[in-house]
C-alpha cells in the first residue's frame, strides 16, 4: 500500500509517522512519500520519519520529493495537509481582521475566507495531477478550511474525503471522563467544518444510551473550562459546542482578547523553528513533547483509521467526515458540505440519519453554508465583489463598512497569491 502526503515538511508530519508506525497492522503501508517544495524542511522531517520507523520496528519505505506528479503516482491515498503561504500568511489572517473589530483567525471569517482564496486553487491542481496519474486514488483532505475545500474537491468529481481532529479530541476527551476506551464512545456530531455540536455521547455505538446529560452534570465545569465559555452557557445549551463556536458566542469578548497578546500563528512559527532544530538531531527517533503544543491531537489516529476504511482494511465503522450532505441535513442543499458521523467503506462515506436539529444550531449552519457557497464561488473565479459578497455574508462580519474594509484588507495582503488581483 503507497499513501503519498502533499505538505509532507509540515511540523505536524512525525505525528502522522507515529501513528502510522503504532497503527501499521490497521493500516499496512509499504510506501509512505512525503511531497513538499519545501526541501530543507522536507529532508529533516523525512529524516526523523525513517527513524521513528525504524525504532518501530515498520519495514515500509519513506520517500521524499517535491515533484508532486511522481509523488502521488501509485498512491492508493493521498493526504492532504499544505499551507499556502506558510504561517507568514495565518499571521496575516490573525491580525488584519482585527483592524476591522472583526476576529482574526485562520479558518472561520475573514482570515478563513482569505485562507480558502489561497487555498483552494492550489488544492484543485494538486487533485487534477492526482487524477492523471492516479484517478482510483482517494484525496483524504486536512487542509483548512476544511468544509470549503472538501466540497471544492467533491464539485470537481474528486475521490474526496475532508478530515478534522475536532471529533477524535471530544471523544478520547469524553472516554477518559468516563473512563471507558475511547472506541466505546460514539458522538451524536452535527454541524459544518469548525461549526459543530456534540447532541448526544452515546456508549457503543450509534444506537448507545445517551450519556451527554450525566456527563455535563459530573464534569460540566471541567468541559466549560476547556471550550473557555462559562458553565451557565453550556448548561443552558445542553450541548457540547465545539471551541470554535466561542467565536460566535462570544465576539467582542475574543477580539478584544487576540488585540492584546501575540498572534497564535507568531507563537506557532517559534514553535516550529525549536521543533525543526530537534528534528534536525540524528539522534531523534520519536516524536518529541512540544509536538503535542503545535496541535492536531489524535491527527494520526483519525487518519489512519479513514485511509484503512476507504482501503478496505480495518478502520472503524463509523467515523467523522467532511462529506457531502445528501439530505442528511434538510434545510441544506445536498452539495452542502457538512460534518457528520458517517459510515465509511471502500465506496467513501454515508453519513448517519440525524434527528431534526435544534433551530439554533439549524440557522446558523444554514447561515454559514451560504457563507461558505459564496466563498467558494470568490476562490473559484475571484474578483473584489465576490469576496465582499462572501465577507457580507457571514455572521462574523455582517455589515457593508466592515465588508468593505475586510476586503480591502484580503487583497492588498494575498495579492501574491490572487491570480486575478
Known amino acids: 500500500m503507497k499513501l503519498a502526503v502533499v505538505g509532507g515538511g509540515s511540523t505536524y508530519t512525525p505525528e502522522l509517522i507515529d501513528g502510522f508506525a503504532r497503527l501499521r497492522d490497521t493500516l499496512p503501508i509499504t510506501e509512505l512519500v512525503l511531497v513538499d517544495p519545501a526541501a530543507d524542511r522536507l529532508e529533516l522531517v523525512g529524516g526523523l520519519a525513517r527513524r521513528i520507523f525504524a525504532k518501530q520496528g515498520h519495514d515500509g519505505k519513506i520517500v521524499t520529493t517535491s515533484d508532486i506528479d511522481a509523488g502521488v503516482e501509485g498512491a492508493d491515498a493521498v493526504l492532504l495537509q499544505l499551507r499556502v503561504g506558510g504561517q507568514a500568511a495565518r499571521n496575516q489572517d490573525e491580525t488584519w481582521p482585527l483592524e476591522c473589530g472583526c476576529v482574526g483567525q485562520e479558518t472561520t471569517g475573514a482570515g478563513g475566507l482569505a485562507k480558502a482564496l489561497r487555498t483552494v486553487p492550489v488544492v484543485l491542481d494538486i487533485a487534477e495531477r492526482v ?4 484517478p482510483d486514488a482517494w484525496i483524504i483532505d486536512f487542509t483548512n478550511p476544511v468544509g470549503i475545500v472538501t466540497r471544492a474537491l467533491l464539485q470537481a468529481g474528486h475521490k474526496a474525503v475532508g478530515l478534522c481532529n475536532v471529533a477524535i479530541g471530544f471523544q478520547r476527551k469524553f472516554a ?62 445542553g450541548v457540547v459546542p465545539s471551541y470554535y463556536l466561542r467565536y460566535f458566542y462570544a465576539h467582542d469578548e475574543v477580539v478584544r482578547e487576540l488585540g492584546t497578546k501575540p498572534s497564535r500563528a507568531a507563537e506557532v512559527a517559534a ?151
Open 271 to 421: 514553535m516550529e523553528k525549536e521543533l525543526l532544530e530537534m528534528y534536525g538531531d540524528p539522534a531523534l527517533d520519536e516524536k518529541p513533547a512540544l509536538l503535542a503544543r503545535r496541535g492536531g491531537a489524535f491527527y494520526s489516529e483519525a487518519a489512519v483509521d479513514l485511509a484503512a476504511s476507504l482501503l478496505g482494511g480495518g478502520g472503524s465503522p463509523y467515523q467523522v467526515v467532511n462529506t457531502y450532505n445528501n439530505g442528511t441535513l434538510p434545510f441544506l442543499p445536498d452539495d452542502a458540505v457538512i460534518e457528520v458521523q458517517a459510515a465509511v467503506g471502500a465506496n467513501g462515506p454515508t453519513p448517519l440519519p440525524v434527528p431534526p436539529l435544534d433551530p439554533l444550531y439549524a440557522g446558523l449552519i444554514a447561515h454559514v453554508t451560504t457563507y461558505e457557497d459564496l466563498a467558494l464561488e470568490a476562490a473559484l473565479r475571484g474578483g473584489r465583489d465576490r469576496v465582499f459578497r462572501a465577507l457580507l455574508a457571514h455572521p462574523l462580519v455582517g455589515q457593508y463598512e466592515a465588508a468593505d474594509g475586510l476586503t480591502d484588507r484580503l487583497i492588498a495582503h494575498n495579492r501574491e497569491h490572487l491570480a486575478w488581483a
Open 131 to 134: 487524477r492523471r496519474t492516479n
Open 176 to 237: 477518559k471522563l468516563l473512563d471507558v476506551a475511547p472506541s466505546e464512545v460514539h458522538l451524536d456530531h452535527v454541524g459544518l467544518n469548525h461549526l459543530t455540536w456534540e447532541t448526544g455521547v452515546r456508549l457503543g455505538g450509534p444506537e448507545g444510551e445517551n450519556v451527554l446529560p450525566r456527563l455535563l452534570a459530573a464534569h460540566g465545569e471541567a468541559i466549560a473550562e476547556d471550550l473557555r465559555l462559562p458553565l451557565s452557557v453550556v448548561d443552558r445549551l
